[in-house]
């Protein structure tokens, strides 16, 4: 059974970079699309972007200018890096597998503050 | 962006109930779509794919159906672990897009 953990700072300052890593174990990353997905405090979720495994990526409009989704297919990990952070970047930050989403990680609460 | 309206945004139930949620697309979007369920604390369950299909491991008395714009999820008997909330989501085209949520919770 696939198993995806995000990992990554709990806590980052304003207008710096988020970045969180997904790991993927007990599958191939390869042949798949992989996504990121938030949720801030008290709302709904909201797809960020994702990377196939060739590489090619796709990213919410809302966000495409400061999110970057890579791939490292030798640690069976892909990558969220999101620049100049508010407030309003506070949130859960899943990743999961598929454009429909059937495998996720459990998640981590990341905040945004000084 | 096609927006996916999800309604009631919430409902209060009784164990036993049968509940049934809707989801409607702006535009068709076939059968692509998907239900998960979403508890406090948790990564959101997968239910169902392609508008009717039962993710492997869920109970049968989660049933989804639509085509098109229209959607429904439905709990056929509501029991205790299934107060949550629920979400559907389009993967038709990019980008991809949720529902805002039905909260279902206890009578």
């Known amino acids: 059974q696939v198993q995806l953990q995000e990992s990554g700072p709990g806590l980052v300052k304003p207008s710096e970079t988020l970045s969180l890593t997904c790991t993927v174990s007990g599958g191939s990353i390869y042949s798949y699309y992989w996504s990121w997905i938030r949720q801030p405090p008290g709302k709904g979720l909201e797809w960020i972007g994702e990377v196939y495994y060739s590489g090619s990526t796709n990213y919410n409009p809302s966000l495409k200018s400061r999110v970057t989704i890579s791939l490292d297919t030798s640690k069976n990990q892909f990558s969220l890096k999101l620049t100049s952070v508010s407030a309003a970047d506070t949130a859960i930050y899943y990743c999961a597998r598929d454009t429909s989403f059937q495998h996720w990680g459990q998640g981590t609460l990341v905040t945004v503050s000084s | 962006d096609i927006q996916m309206t999800q309604s009631p945004s919430s409902l209060s139930a009784s164990v036993g109930d049968r509940v049934t949620i809707t989801c409607r697309a702006s535009q068709g979007i076939y059968n692509y779509v998907a239900w998960f369920q979403h508890k406090p604390g948790k990564a959101p369950k997968p239910l169902i794919y392609?508008?009717?299909s039962l993710q492997s491991g869920v109970p049968s008395k989660f049933g989804g159906s639509g085509s098109g714009t229209d959607f429904t999820l439905i709990i056929s008997s509501l029991q205790p672990e299934d107060f949550a909330i629920y979400y559907c989501?389009?993967?038709?085209?990019?980008?991809?897009?949720f529902g805002g949520g039905t909260k279902v919770e206890i009578k």
């Open positions: 989501q389009q993967y038709y085209s990019y980008p991809l897009t």
């Open positions: 392609s508008a009717s």
